[in-house]
């Protein structure tokens, strides 16, 4: 009979595989700046605040912090990784304008992260306590994430078209959600990994639904529009995390 524990493990593998696709897929839009030597009108806020994301949940996986959470730090540290190559490229051909910003805003979370850590560490005595205060954080950051498609949904109820929302993202997104909130479930039971995912769940279904809904009517206007453009599709609707 196979243990709760290997399954535990299987999921989060699967969870792993899944939201490395979530990170890797803004690569075209890189690949096309490197390509075009230009950011144009691309905006880095979005790969900025899944550093921050990732970074804390890395944090929260650790043993000190939140035990048995090995996966949620190994897909988390690959994509805080993606994240900086990212926003490396970005830095390379951006103005001097937007690399003043990518710095001050990577300098700001650095103290902000640092601050938590030495409070955590310092202060907090024990996992218990500890994973009480890292996991809101990382649940507060991985919510806005989730949520952030909303803009998106509301922009397809209003045109009536799902040109502007890309099926395989809101499908990935689900199955995102749905992997970790079952990771989550299974002992040792971890509620800040369930509240974040199953909200992402949540979201990626209804995005699905609504996809469903109005591609159905023959409203999709496609009109040439490629649904996988990247740069026009804000990339917390991956992220970030993104993860567990």
């Known amino acids: 009979m196979v243990s709760a524990s290997v399954v535990r493990n299987i999921i989060g593998i699967i969870g792993n595989i899944i939201s490395f696709g979530l990170f890797f897929s803004p690569a075209p839009t890189f690949y096309k700046i490197i390509k075009q030597k230009s950011v144009e009108e691309f905006k880095p806020d979005p790969y900025i605040a899944t550093v921050l994301n990732c970074a804390f949940w890395v944090f929260y996986g650790m043993p000190f912090v939140h035990p048995n959470s090995l996966l949620v730090v190994t897909i988390n540290g690959v994509g805080l990784v993606i994240e900086f190559v990212y926003l490396a490229i970005f830095f390379i051909y951006a103005t001097n304008k937007g690399r003043r910003k990518v710095s001050l805003l990577l300098l700001i979370e650095a103290i902000f992260f640092v601050a938590i850590v030495l409070i955590t560490m310092l202060v907090l005595r024990g996992t ?30 209003k045109t009536k078209s799902v040109k502007y929302m890309p099926f395989w993202l809101s499908l990935t997104n689900f199955l995102n959600g749905v992997c970790w909130t079952t990771y989550a479930l299974i002992h040792p039971f971890d509620i800040y990994v369930l509240i974040s995912n199953s909200i992402g769940a949540v979201s990626g279904l209804v995005q699905l639904l609504l996809y469903g809904f109005y591609y159905c009517r023959g409203e999709n206007n496609d009109d040439g529009v490629e649904l996988q453009n990247t740069a026009k599709v804000p990339v917390s609707e991956c992220p970030p995390d993104l993860e567990a």
């Not at 952030?148 to 397809?156: D, R």
């Open 128 to 157: 218990t306590r500890r994973s009480l205060v890292v996991g809101i954080i990382c649940d507060v950051f991985n919510v806005m994430m989730y949520v952030s498609p909303l803009t998106i949904m509301a922009k397809v109820i």
